[in-house]
């Protein structure tokens, strides 16, 4: 085999030897072979030793090309840890941190990476802008959702931090635990039906969303856990109307209007506001972390607005409409959920004897979730005020308006 003049080349200027270079000429390598061990830079004594594998083995050992070296991609690359470890921001650098505003490949190619020509299979994604899954600090709440993790099991204090309640406070509790945790097991199983479709060049926001996915199914758990740790089991299932907009979602972003925008702001009220009227421990601490996981939540769906409304030719125009769709759904769960308002008021009111009290308190909460919503859109500057849904502010005016 002759090597050609510009493998010859660079062999000797790596300093290989002219009788190093014959004895690869005399050998059954390819010109191919070679050429990629002289642009790993091998040296001498190192080429000798594989060229004696070579002897040892020449049917097998030749048949390598060591085409890896020729890869496309940015080499040379040093990633350096933080004071919290090394995190997706650090390794967002160079060309592999430049998220395009159009994923070109169709199969599983990494970002940073490049398809082989000769085994490109096309996967099951179909949603290939930027725009439509977005969020700028994406990758810093992945790593947020890392750090934060918890176990229901070992977290709370099942045997200490339960206590005898009466039988109306104890169904009560129940209640909204059965609620929320069918609440989660719906989201879990939306947000995994868009897992997939999402293109690998966008797999800051896949990551982050296995993580929403992982904290929807720790919800159903805990809540479950606390129905049936205390005497009083499971109340009645969700109304479900409130995911009509989760389930008739067209557009990944109409998706997440509904769930981390619209219903996670009404939620994170809600459990923000448990320790409040919490009867024990294991309630005050079961819904201080729930809170923490759709805080972040909600800030994701917070930022992935802000940047469709930003970068979307009829983003507003789009958001506006999908915001009417969800808040009607929550509107009619909130209405016609009896289960949920009287376990509610039952809970702010401590007994039977003094639901007045209960439903007033209610009220507030009610004013408080729709003044926080609308602070929502603010913050990403949509004015909802002037068009939110009668039916909530009618909520928020009576909470047993119906």
Not at 82 to 102: A, C, F, M, W
Not at 330 to 340: F, K, N, V
Request: net charge negative; aromatic share 10%; hydrophobic share 40%.
């Amino acid at each position: 085999m002759q090597l050609s003049t510009a493998t010859k080349t660079r062999a000797r200027e790596l300093g290989w030897s002219e009788e190093t270079i014959a004895r690869i000429e005399a050998s059954p390598l390819k010109d191919v072979t070679v050429a990629n061990i002289a642009m790993m830079r091998i040296p001498e004594e190192r080429v000798r030793g594989f060229l004696d594998l070579v002897d040892r083995d020449p049917e097998r050992v030749p048949n390598l090309t060591f085409n890896l070296i020729r890869t496309r991609s940015e080499r040379g690359v040093r990633a350096k840890p933080s004071e919290r470890g090394l995190l997706l921001k650090d390794i967002n650098i160079g060309t592999y941190g430049q998220v395009p505003d159009h994923w070109p490949y169709e199969n599983d190619t990494p970002r940073g990476a490049h398809p082989s020509p000769d085994n490109y299979a096309p996967g099951s994604y179909y949603i290939y802008d930027k725009v439509e899954v977005w969020a700028e600090g994406v990758d810093e709440l992945y790593e947020d959702a890392i750090r934060d993790r918890w176990a229901p099991a070992t977290e709370l204090d099942w045997n200490e931090g339960l206590a005898e309640l009466p039988a109306e406070i104890e169904k009560a509790v129940c209640q909204l635990a059965t609620l929320y945790s069918g609440h989660g097991l719906v989201e879990q199983k939306i947000l995994a039906k868009w897992l997939e479709p999402i293109s690998y060049g966008f797999h800051d926001v896949k990551l982050f969303l296995g993580t929403q996915i992982y904290d929807a199914g720790h919800k159903v758990e805990a809540l479950r856990k606390r129905a049936l740790a205390n005497g009083g089991g499971l109340g009645q299932a969700p109304l479900g109307a409130l995911y009509r907009a989760w389930y008739g979602a067209l557009k990944f972003t109409e998706m997440i209007t509904a769930v981390d925008v619209v219903y996670k702001s009404y939620e994170l009220t809600l459990f923000e506001a448990y320790g409040d009227f919490a009867k024990t421990e294991v309630e005050r601490k079961l819904f201080s972390l729930l809170a923490r996981d759709s805080r972040r939540h909600l800030e994701y769906g917070k930022r992935h607005l802000l940047w469709y409304v930003q970068h979307h030719p009829r983003g507003r125009e789009n958001v506006r409409f999908w915001l009417g769709r969800a808040e009607a759904a929550l509107s009619i769960e909130l209405r016609y959920s009896h289960a949920e308002r009287e376990a509610l008021a039952l809970l702010f009111a401590g007994d039977m004897e003094r639901i007045q009290a209960g439903i007033e308190r209610l009220g507030k909460l009610r004013e408080k979730q729709l003044h926080d919503y609308i602070g929502v859109l603010d913050e990403v500057g949509i004015d909802r005020l002037p068009q939110v849904s009668p039916h909530l502010v009618a909520i928020a005016e009576n909470p047993l308006a119906v």
